[in-house]
């Protein structure tokens, strides 16, 4: 097992007790440092408030680590040489014996593996704008496909193909819902126009969850978050920000692993940082709901 779980995690996960999988490229490629460090722990801390136990993933010094220290999130938030590994990445960076930060389909692969049954992100990845010629499409999806977890976020980014990401969740047999909400949010806004299941609250959640698990089903479960009102952006801004930056990208020759995280540096400088606030903002909120949920899983059933 090239698995290193940190003590705390395995103690919690052995006595059934709640713990939450996060992931780190969107710390250490997603927000830009110094704030990175900030956020790192205060997403952690956000768990820990809801009751369950954080456990961050990432590739340091060639292990596959589950769970870090605080002084190790910090150290990985400062360091400028974190590679972004997603699930085809994760051998080469074992093997090099690097620092890499995990993405939602390497931390979906890791938390599995492990035994952790809720993760909390931002933003989903999912098929790319373009996707019909470039044929780029997250590996994320490949992973929800088949990891049996709930993935707690704000929907897929707004700079991907929503309604195509939507059909190729459908297609892979993950099942998608809202937080009460029947619209699937676009990351930075509220509003996709793409009609979802609402579930009433995180017990409603939890209830298909179990049933998920019942039935033996091997995909996730997407619970979508709105973003927060007040920094939420509206949906014709956040098509302008997207259209700079993807012709930002093409004119720059950006493609592959490397678009995610060019495209959401250009929108945050593009809208004076306040993509960012917004990003902060929303993976606190998906932490804190996360935290909820994992909470409500691991209650016994004579409880609920
Ligand atoms: N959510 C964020 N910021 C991010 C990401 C998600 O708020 O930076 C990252 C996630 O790690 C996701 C990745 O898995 O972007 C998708 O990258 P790609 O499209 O290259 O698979
Ligand atoms: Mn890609």
């Known amino acids: 097992m090239s698995l290193h779980v940190l003590p705390e995690v395995a103690a919690a996960l052995a006595a059934g007790r709640p713990v939450v999988a996060l992931e780190t490229t969107l710390i250490c490629h997603g927000i830009p440092r110094p704030r990175n460090r900030v956020l790192a722990t205060a997403i952690e801390a ?34 400028s040489d974190v590679r972004k590994a997603s699930t085809a990445d994760l051998a080469l960076a074992l093997a090099t014996g690097r620092c890499a930060a995990t993405t939602v389909a390497s931390t979906i692969f890791t938390a599995s593996m492990a035994g952790i049954p ?54 892979h047999g993950v099942t998608l819902l809202g937080l009460d909400t029947d619209e699937l949010p676009a990351f930075y806004s509220r509003s ?19 049933r998920q698990i019942e039935l033996g089903w091997p995909s996730a479960v997407i619970l979508a978050v709105p973003p927060p009102d007040d920094l939420a952006l509206a949906p014709d801004e956040v098509d302008d920000l997207v259209a700079a930056a993807l012709a930002a990208a093409r004119a720059a020759g950006i493609g592959g692993k490397d678009t995610t995280p060019f495209m959401l540096a250009h929108m945050a400088r593009a809208s004076s940082g306040r993509t960012t606030d917004l990003n902060e903002a929303l993976v606190l909120r998906n932490a804190a709901v996360a935290a909820a949920l994992a909470v409500e899983l691991a209650r016994p059933p004579d409880s609920r």
């Open 46 to 79: 956000a768990v820990r408030t809801g009751g369950a136990v954080p456990a961050t993933i990432a590739v340091v010094d060639g292990k596959l680590r589950v769970g870090l220290s605080p002084e190790e999130l910090v150290a990985l938030a400062d360091r």
């Open 118 to 171: 809720v993760m909390a992100t931002g933003g989903l990845g999912g098929v790319h704008r373009g996707a019909e010629t470039t044929m780029d499409v997250s590996a994320d999806l490949r992973e929800l496909a088949r990891s049996r977890l709930a993935v707690v976020c704000s929907g897929a980014k707004s700079i991907l193909d929503l309604p195509r990401t939507v059909e190729a969740l459908e297609t």
């Open 192 to 210: 996709s126009g793409l009609r979802i299941p609402s579930v009433d609250g995180v017990a409603g959640a939890a209830a298909v969850v179990r």
